[in-house]
Nanobody
Framework: QVQLVESGGGLVQAGGSLRLSCAAS????????MGWFRQAPGQEREFVAA????????YYADSVKGRFTISRENVKNSMYLQMNSLKPEDTAVYSC?????????????????WGQGTQVTVSS
């Protein structure tokens, strides 16, 4: 039922910031836990951040903790990833995803709806 579209990616210099958005359609958005994942060239997809349906619980990968912030506004059917102090190692395609349940989770297998992804490139 839920469909997701990411936006906000682009090219940024190391140390800069980007804010990714995930727009969701569907009447059940507020009932879904959601997350951000990324995949760099030649690498496996990795977990970035997750948030519960009500925003009360968040998880972050160690590599981004303290630099990235996940948030959501259910009334606006939107989820966000604020990325600060970006590093070249953050270069990847970033995808948002939704779970069938309301919990935050770090495993990609727990998510059943995925956006198409948005490219983030951090230059040094």
């Amino acid at each position: 039922q839920v469909q997701l579209v990411e936006s906000g990616g682009g090219l940024v210099q190391a140390g800069g910031s980007l804010r990714l958005s995930c727009a969701a359609s569907g009447r059940t958005f507020s009932m879904n836990g959601m997350g951000w994942f990324r995949q760099a060239p030649g690498q496996e997809r990795e977990f970035v951040a997750a948030i519960s349906s009500d925003g009360g619980t968040t998880y972050y990968a160690d590599s981004v903790k303290g630099r990235f912030t996940i948030s959501r506004e259910n009334v606006k059917n939107s989820m966000y990833l604020q990325m600060n102090s970006l590093k070249p190692e953050d270069t990847a395609v970033y995808s948002c995803a939704a779970r069938r349940n309301m919990a935050a989770g770090i495993a990609a297998t727990g998510y059943n709806v995925w956006g198409q992804g948005t490219q983030v490139t951090v230059s040094s």
